[in-house]
């Protein structure tokens, strides 16, 4: 709980007081906020979105009030606390989760209460596919949008033969998949396919030893969290580092892992949608923003929920701030288009996933200090049709 004290701090500033006029907007935040291995990314994704909407309630008349509830990484707790934020707080829309465990309960519990919900983080491909609703938005990723473009990028580096590593879960699979098919198509091989079990783990030297013995040109893997650390590190441990080049889904070398991981980071190469060294004049202003308030470095959830409150605040002055009509304001969603932390951002009405940059980037030591340098920047990445049919 300790780590979200940045985000229960800021309630307060953002307009949850008994002051607050009828004719504030009402949005219901579910987060992980003591249970489960996302309550960090939660906190930063929330610390985001409120400062996106602090922006918003000193300039307007019109004043947003965020409630929160704690999922605590659960899928049966999530739906309940969504029935209290709709039903008990009256909230006009909903805003989260994390993670795709909690996120099926809750896109069921949209569609049937026709409740606007806004994905800051999960990126379950089938969410804005084949399980879509009009009713839920995403702000972040599908898992095949970020990884889509990363093979082809691979294969002009002369990578040609690659293993893949990642845990047998959902996303592993998923990310996978989507790095697969480009590469394979365009002439690829995968020498090999390793999928640990999800959950902790220390070790990953059987599988290491697996890549030593098969020496293709590269490697692709995606590990979340403290175990993305113990796979950098061990990466560079056994040697691998120095011939065989290691690529992976961004989020292994995320600003939050960086500092743990140190100078085995150096040299991996990754993919994701956000990097804290974006050149754009609202990127700039968040980073000062955000590490001037919290006292931490920015990361890719953060950016994420910032974005995601900028999107919302577009849409609320669209409708001149009331979403009695809920329909309206998904549509005044979908009609938004802003710059972002990550670049121009808007919501694609065929599938209701997010159109962004995509940016390749490598972990190098500057100053002494590790960070993320961008190497290709891809332009207004979408979803191809998958599925989705409202």
Same mark, same amino acid.
């Given at each position: &709980?300790?780590?979200?004290?940045?985000?229960?701090?800021?309630?307060?500033?953002?307009?949850?007081?008994?002051?607050?006029?009828?004719?504030?907007?009402?949005?219901? &935040?579910?987060?992980?906020?003591?249970?489960?291995?996302?309550?960090?990314?939660?906190?930063?994704?929330?610390?985001?979105?409120?400062?996106?909407?602090?922006?918003?309630?000193?300039?307007?008349?019109?004043?947003?009030?965020?409630?929160?509830?704690?999922?605590?990484?659960?899928?049966?707790?999530?739906?309940?606390?969504?029935?209290?934020?709709?039903?008990?707080?009256?909230?006009?829309?909903?805003?989260?989760?994390?993670?795709?465990?909690?996120?099926?309960?809750?896109?069921?519990?949209?569609?049937?209460?026709?409740?606007?919900?806004?994905?800051?983080?999960?990126?379950?491909?089938?969410?804005?596919?084949?399980?879509? *609703?009009?009713?839920?938005?995403?702000?972040?990723?599908?898992?095949?949008?970020?990884?889509?473009?990363?093979?082809?990028?691979?294969?002009?580096?002369?990578?040609?033969?690659?293993?893949?590593?990642?845990?047998?879960?959902?996303?592993?699979?998923?990310? &996978?998949?989507?790095?697969?098919?480009?590469?394979?198509?365009?002439?690829?091989?995968?020498?090999?396919?390793?999928?640990?079990?999800?959950?902790?783990?220390?070790?990953?030297?059987?599988?290491?030893?697996?890549?030593?013995?098969?020496?293709?040109?590269?490697?692709?893997?995606?590990?979340?969290?403290?175990?993305?650390?113990?796979?950098?590190?061990?990466?560079?441990?056994?040697?691998?580092?120095?011939?065989?080049?290691?690529?992976?889904?961004?989020?292994?070398?995320?600003?939050?892992?960086?500092?743990?991981?140190?100078?085995?980071?150096?040299?991996?190469?990754?993919?994701?949608?956000?990097?804290?060294?974006?050149?754009?004049?609202?990127?700039?202003?968040?980073?000062?923003?955000?590490?001037?308030?919290?006292?931490?470095?920015?990361?890719?959830?953060?950016?994420?929920?910032?974005?995601?409150?900028?999107?919302?605040?577009?849409?609320?002055?669209?409708?001149?701030?009331?979403?009695?009509?809920?329909?309206?304001?998904?549509?005044?969603?979908?009609?938004?288009?802003?710059?972002?932390?990550?670049?121009?951002?808007?919501?694609?009405?065929? *599938?209701?996933?997010?159109?962004?940059?995509?940016?390749?980037?490598?972990?190098?030591?500057?100053?002494?200090?590790?960070?993320?340098?961008?190497?290709?920047?891809?332009?207004?990445?979408?979803?191809?049709?998958?599925?989705?049919?409202?």
């Amino acid at each position: &709980m300790a780590r979200f004290t940045g985000a229960m701090a800021a309630i307060a500033a953002i307009g949850i007081c008994s002051t607050a006029t009828a004719q504030d907007a009402r949005i219901g &935040m579910l987060l992980p906020m003591s249970g489960g291995p996302f309550v960090q990314v939660g906190a930063d994704v929330s610390d985001g979105f409120d400062l996106a909407i602090q922006e918003y309630n000193d300039s307007s008349a019109q004043k947003v009030r965020v409630f929160r509830e704690d999922t605590t990484h659960k899928p049966d707790v999530a739906q309940a606390k969504a029935k209290k934020l709709l039903f008990e707080d009256k909230a006009d829309f909903l805003v989260g989760p994390i993670a795709a465990t909690e996120l099926t309960a809750l896109v069921t519990f949209a569609g049937q209460t026709k409740t606007p919900l806004i994905i800051p983080n999960s990126g379950d491909n089938s969410v804005t596919g084949a399980r879509c *609703t009009e009713w839920v938005l995403r702000t972040s990723f599908s898992n095949d949008q970020i990884v889509r473009n990363m093979g082809p990028w691979m294969l002009k580096q002369k990578y040609k033969r690659v293993s893949i590593i990642a845990f047998d879960y959902s996303a592993g699979r998923e990310i &996978m998949e989507g790095f697969k098919k480009p590469f394979t198509a365009n002439g690829g091989e995968i020498v090999s396919e390793q999928y640990p079990p999800f959950g902790p783990i220390s070790d990953f030297g059987p599988y290491l030893t697996k890549i030593k013995e098969e020496k293709p040109d590269a490697v692709f893997a995606f590990f979340p969290g403290s175990p993305g650390v113990a796979f950098v590190k061990q990466y560079s441990d056994y040697g691998l580092k120095v011939s065989i080049p290691l690529t992976v889904g961004g989020w292994v070398i995320s600003p939050q892992n960086l500092p743990a991981e140190g100078d085995a980071a150096a040299g991996i190469v990754g993919i994701l949608n956000y990097v804290p060294l974006i050149d754009n004049p609202v990127n700039r202003v968040f980073r000062q923003k955000f590490e001037t308030k919290y006292g931490r470095s920015v990361s890719e959830y953060s950016a994420q929920g910032y974005d995601t409150g900028k999107l919302v605040v577009a849409a609320l002055k669209s409708v001149g701030g009331k979403i009695t009509d809920k329909k309206a304001f998904v549509n005044a969603i979908h009609s938004a288009k802003i710059e972002g932390t990550r670049g121009s951002i808007k919501i694609d009405p065929k *599938t209701n996933n997010i159109i962004q940059d995509i940016y390749v980037f490598k972990a190098e030591k500057v100053d002494g200090k590790m960070q993320l340098s961008i190497i290709e920047r891809f332009a207004d990445v979408q979803d191809p049709p998958n599925g989705c049919k409202f």
